[in-house]
């Protein structure tokens, strides 16, 4: 099994700055994919980005040059650095992981953290 923990969420200003942390720990061997979803209020949840072992990354394309994730496979973390928020960013951000190269459909993810609460308003 892999437990993920994220951190880094809170109240920002529009046009502020947070960055979010996972870390993952437990059964970190069968890692590769890591990503973060995201679910606001009365919402679907959906993928914000993702990045492979290897470093390939992937972003909603609303997110593209607001969001930046990356990860350290020495430390089993992944971070998602948000630029430039807007309100409607806010919401719960989940970190996910996946054993395949790139993550599956959401129901097939196999290991998500309990999430984080970004809020963003002035």
């Known amino acids: 099994q892999v437990q993920l923990v994220e951190s880094g969420g809170g109240l920002v200003q529009p046009g502020g700055s947070l960055r979010l942390s996972c870390a993952a720990s437990g059964s970190i061997f069968s890692i590769n994919a890591m990503g973060w979803y995201r679910q606001a209020p009365g919402k679907q949840r959906e993928l914000v980005a993702v990045i492979t072992k290897g470093g390939s990354t992937d972003y909603a394309s609303s997110l593209k040059g607001r969001f930046t994730i990356s990860r350290d496979n020495a430390k089993n973390s992944v971070w998602l650095q948000m630029n430039s928020l807007k309100p409607e960013d806010t919401a719960v951000y989940y970190c996910?992981?996946?054993?395949?190269?790139?993550?599956?459909?959401?129901?097939?993810?196999?290991?998500w953290g309990q999430g984080t609460q970004v809020t963003v308003s002035s």
């Open positions: 996910v992981a996946d054993n395949t190269r790139w993550l599956r459909t959401e129901r097939n993810i196999p290991y």
